[in-house]
């Protein structure tokens, strides 16, 4: 499209093609676009962009140089660029540099968002700063022109179990649903579940998949959900009975479902009971992963079942070796 000069680029066209860049050829082609581009088209929306390519990229000196190219052009009203080298130092772990940007914000006017205050408490939960979550939190919920959706509660109930402040979590947990919208509701399904598992409370997660239930279809990813959670609570018995019920609903038979099974048999030791699985998903149609096998292997091990360990090693290459040949054939044909 760039080459054909009856389709011009804008600002926009030109910011998403340095995000495909950065994805597909890296930071340094990223950095040769940005520096090929006009200086007309230079603006707010390709800064930005280059700065979050330095941001995913943790190059911490070229993405100030960046911010600072972007406060010279006086285009710094919003607080998105902001945020984009706050979560920058979040990642790097230098809250100082973080608080001080936050100050910039106050005193030069710029409303902080939703991702502000997630972005701080998110730090401060890294910290285990119980204080500094509920002051950050406590902020949050009284600024009038910020409305705390269910992702902010997601961060809260994460930082507040991480710390091991459960009765606090529960209380943002609570809150997550009350903000849970049409639009958000299978991501916060799954997000509910993980986090009723990671405190330990199995009526909870019965709770939320009940109602899940009603709905005309789940989908793999819920039953994946769910059982991962069961396993996370040690109850083996319960994720087959849930891996039960999903291959009664006749969904397409992903190997990634029986896969969560197989692992945990193979952390607990139950290998024939992985073994067994893997050749039920064989007949079913469905491809093991080499995860799958290595798994096994690797539970063998554990035991000192050697024999068995390289039997199954082999076959992962018997299947790798068979996968290889049919793509082969097929680019042949």
């Known amino acids: 499209m760039s080459n054909r000069m009856y389709f011009p680029l804008s600002c926009n066209d030109v910011a998403t093609r340095m995000n495909l860049i950065l994805r597909v050829h890296g930071i340094q082609e990223a950095e040769k676009y940005a520096n090929a581009i006009p200086q007309k088209l230079k603006g707010f929306m390709v800064y930005t962009a280059l700065l979050n390519c330095y941001a995913r990229e943790k190059v911490v000196e070229k993405a100030e140089a960046t911010f600072k190219k972007l406060t010279d052009i006086g285009v710094m009203r919003s607080p998105l660029v902001f945020n984009i080298l706050m979560y920058l130092y979040f990642q790097t772990g230098n809250n100082e540099k973080l608080d001080a940007l936050m100050s910039k914000m106050e005193s030069e006017g710029i409303p902080f968002d939703q991702y502000t205050f997630c972005i701080r408490f998110a730090a401060f939960a890294a910290d285990s700063d119980n204080e500094g979550m509920d002051k950050i939190l406590e902020k949050m919920e009284s600024n009038g022109e910020v409305v705390p959706d269910w992702n902010t509660y997601c961060v809260s109930t994460d930082g507040y179990l991480k710390a091991g402040i459960v009765e606090k979590a529960m209380t943002m947990l609570k809150k997550l649903e009350g903000q849970i919208t049409e639009k958000t509701k299978n991501i916060a399904f799954d997000t509910l579940l993980k986090l009723y598992s990671r405190k330990g409370n199995k009526d909870e997660l019965y709770r939320i998949w009940k109602p899940d239930e009603k709905r005309d279809k789940i989908y793999n990813k819920g039953y994946m959900s769910m059982i991962s ?21 006749e969904l397409s038979y992903y190997f990634r479902v029986p896969n969560i099974l197989i ?52 076959g992962n290459l018997g299947f790798l070796f068979g996968l290889f040949g049919r793509e082969g054939r097929s680019e042949q044909s």
Request: overall charge negative.
């Open 229 to 249: 959670s069961l396993l996370m609570l040690d109850d083996i018995e319960a994720a087959e009975m849930m891996f039960k019920e999903w291959e009664s609903r």
């Open 263 to 314: 692992n945990a048999y193979c952390r607990n030791n139950l290998l024939e009971k992985a073994e067994s699985l893997i050749d039920h998903a064989m007949m079913k149609g469905s491809e093991p992963s080499a995860d799958a096998w290595y798994s096994l292997a690797g539970g063998y091990l554990e035991v000192n079942q050697i024999p068995m360990a390289k039997e199954t090693h082999q």
